[in-house]
């Protein structure tokens, strides 16, 4: 029987897995909401306040940061759209590549910041 559940490739999928499961996969896109929050904060804060970077150097940073927001957001639920299907068919979890993106723009906002600063 098909579920009324959205979104239905997710839940139209093997059977329902531990409660417990579904609220730490749950948990895990919430953090990853709240980074995505940061990041679009971080990004407005770097555009707004003035900085002892050049003008060029401050806008590349905050567009790289906002982009970095809206990436890590919609990733976040693919993460939790995949996770939760991969529990209710008992397969193993996917891998995905978001910390290490994260990670990346992290580096590359400091290199930003640096450079500006010289």
Known sequence: MASSRW????????EEPDYRFSLANERT???????????????????????????TSQHLLA????????VTSVASWVRWALAERAMRRREPLPSFGTGLTFTLV?????????????
């Open 7 to 14: 979104p239905a490739f997710v839940y139209d999928e093997g």
């Open 29 to 55: 896109f919430l953090a990853w909401i709240r980074t995505s929050l940061a990041l679009l904060a971080a990004g407005v804060a770097v555009d707004v306040v003035d900085l002892s970077l050049s003008a």
């Open 63 to 70: 567009v790289l940061l906002v982009s970095a927001g809206l």
């Open 106 to 118: 992290v580096v590359a906002a400091a290199i930003v910041v640096l450079i500006g600063l010289t």
